[in-house]
């Protein structure tokens, strides 16, 4: 299963992000049965959005997994949701703010995730990894990243499945020292990877049984 898996580099506020040490990590162990194509990010209004789109029509994924950090929160969540639209007033790393604005004027109001996100949800949970799917990602950069893909796999005519995941902040990086750490982090997205091989063994099925029985 080709794979593009993308974190984030640290940004204001945040000297350290789980989602690049995860990412970095992932791309240096070889995950049977997923062809992966691992990229950090930058914080970067300008280039992280336009850098998955390229990543994206360079190597046609059949999935794309998109990670970020939610620092206060405390549970890995499973976004719904992406939005037309930057509005924080958190500036990117190279001190720019978007507030109230379109990512594209042209594109669509919204995408949804096209994960299975209730699957991923159950495998997480029967791991003991506490997660929840949340309606959208904010309107920083996470969002703009997984507008942006949702965006360029419509108009490449993909049938990539492709959404975003927060991670919380990991223990090792935490204030209190508490909540989820980084290897507990890494095995969750190592879940998510697996469930997506799964159900897409499970669509390939289906569909090739579909197609045999339909043959005279």
């Known amino acids: 299963m080709r794979t593009l898996l993308t974190g984030f580099e640290p940004f204001p506020g945040y000297p350290h992000n789980p989602s690049q040490w995860v990412v970095e990590r992932l791309g240096a162990e070889p995950i049977p049965g997923v062809d992966l194509e691992t990229q950090v990010l930058p914080v970067d209004y300008a280039r992280a959005g336009k850098g998955i789109g390229r990543l994206i029509r360079e190597i046609k994924p059949e999935a794309v997994l998109a990670l970020g950090l939610a ?12 939005l037309n639209l930057n509005d924080s007033s958190r500036p990117d790393n ?12 042209q594109a669509p109001a919204a995408y949804f ?6 699957e991923i949800r159950e495998a997480l949970a029967a ?3 506490p997660v929840r799917i949340s309606n959208h990602a904010g309107a920083y950069l996470c ?4 507008f942006s893909a949702m965006h360029t796999i419509e108009a490449l005519g993909l049938a990539s499945r492709a959404g975003f995941v927060h991670l919380p902040q990991a223990a090792e990086y935490h204030p209190d020292g508490e909540g989820l750490s ?5 095995k969750g997205v190592e879940i998510v990877l697996s469930v997506l091989r799964k ?10 049984n579909q197609e045999y029985s339909q043959k005279p």
């Open 71 to 82: 620092g206060k929160r405390r549970s890995v969540r499973l976004e719904r949701v992406s």
């Open 94 to 105: 190279r001190g720019r703010v978007s507030e109230g604005q379109p990512i594209d004027p």
């Open 113 to 118: 995730s096209s994960l299975p996100l209730i």
């Open 127 to 129: 791991a003991g990894i």
């Open 143 to 146: 969002n703009h990243v997984f």
């Open 182 to 186: 980084l290897s507990d982090l890494k």
């Open 199 to 208: 159900t897409r063994s499970e669509r390939h099925e289906t569909r090739e």
